[in-house]
């Protein structure tokens, strides 16, 4: 059983930067690709960024596009989402997850391992 932990998240200002972590433990994720979510206060959660096992595939959300790049370290077991130019509309609970399978993937459904989620928010 995988088991993730985020860190990383906390408060800046906008146009600020934040580096999310996420750290497997139990059993290796090299062989999932995996994503990051987020939900925001009265919305409900959305696909942020998703990486394959070898990172040479990835995809963002447009609202992400050109501002987060996501990464992953599979000799540390951790994945990462460098987040720049941030705008309080960033703000939300940043969720990882690891996949059933290989592919990049945007549902939630083809996910079935969860962290607890790390908050970022980002004043104006």
């Known amino acids: 059983q995988v088991q993730l932990v985020e860190s990383g998240g906390g408060l800046v200002q906008a146009g600020g930067s934040l580096r999310l972590s996420c750290t497997a433990s139990?059993?290796?994720?090299?062989?999932?690709?995996a994503g990051w979510f987020r939900q925001a206060p009265g919305k409900e959660r959305e696909f942020v960024a998703a990486?394959?096992?070898?990172?040479?595939?990835?995809d963002y959300a447009d609202s992400v596009k050109g501002r987060f790049t996501i990464s992953r370290s599979n000799a540390k077991n951790t994945m990462y989402l460098q987040m720049n130019s941030l705008k309080p509309e960033d703000t939300a609970l940043y969720y990882c997850?690891?996949?059933?399978?290989?592919?990049?993937?945007?549902?939630?459904?083809?996910?079935?391992?969860w962290g607890q989620g790390t908050q970022v928010t980002v004043s104006s």
């Open positions: 139990g059993r290796t994720f090299n062989n999932y690709a």
């Open positions: 990486i394959r096992p070898l990172g040479i595939s990835t």
């Open positions: 997850a690891a996949a059933k399978g290989p592919l990049v993937t945007r549902r939630e459904y083809d996910y079935d391992r």
